[in-house]
């Protein structure tokens, strides 16, 4: 399962537009969305047919993307498809995959530093793995998939700016205070979701 998985976004460097922190945050908050809406382990979607039918999308399945709509992904499985519905580029779930990573590591109090002589595809293929093993981890719930990607989302939301009147101090500022970051990960989880299916 995660070979191929891996392979369909992994193996090119993400665009430069894939790399701004806004376009892993839309992806975050698109996977969030997919994951909210149903998740699954041990493969990578659940498709619905119009007429209700449902397949099991996972290692050398046969089922097309076409077939229906996703109605339950994994962790990767929903990052992979929201990065899709931004960009055809393979390279686009990348910065989000990063993010994933690396607050899992910091979550876990494992804090694994990058090594620049890594190449990217090795990279990913270890991240793909680690957070594959983790959403399969036996005894793993939805609550704490969502609980990851609310933390990662509020580590790539941009702190908010600040913004004075001649009236008021920087230090008055409500912006300027510690729920300003809360405060912008709330307004992205809020945000329009990535829609789901085709």
């Known amino acids: 399962m995660v070979g191929s998985l891996v392979r369909s976004f992994s193996f090119r460097r993400a665009p430069a537009d894939a790399r701004r922190p806004d376009r892993a945050l839309a992806v975050l908050v698109g996977a969030r969305a997919l994951v909210e809406r149903g998740w699954v382990q041990g493969g990578w979607y659940v498709l619905q047919a ?60 494992v804090t694994v530093p990058a090594d620049p002589w890594t190449p990217t595809p090795v990279l990913r293929n270890r991240q793909v793995c680690d957070l594959t093993r983790w959403n ?14 609310d933390a990662t989302i509020t580590r790539v939301t941009p702190p908010a700016i600040p913004q004075t009147s001649p009236q008021s101090s920087p230090e008055s500022s409500p912006e300027s205070s510690p729920q300003s970051r809360s405060a912008s990960s709330d307004a992205a989880r809020s945000a329009a979701p990535v829609g789901i299916g085709r």
């Open 136 to 149: 399969d981890h036996a005894g793993r719930t939805r609550e704490e998939v969502l609980r990851l990607l």
């Open 50 to 109: 119009p007429d209700g039918r449902r397949r099991f999308v996972g290692a050398g399945s046969l089922t097309r993307r076409g077939y229906g709509e996703i109605v339950g992904a994994c962790l990767v499985g929903a990052i992979a498809e929201s990065a899709r519905r931004h960009s055809a580029d393979a390279g686009t779930a990348g910065p989000a995959i990063d993010a994933l990573w690396h607050e899992l590591g910091e979550l876990q109090g």
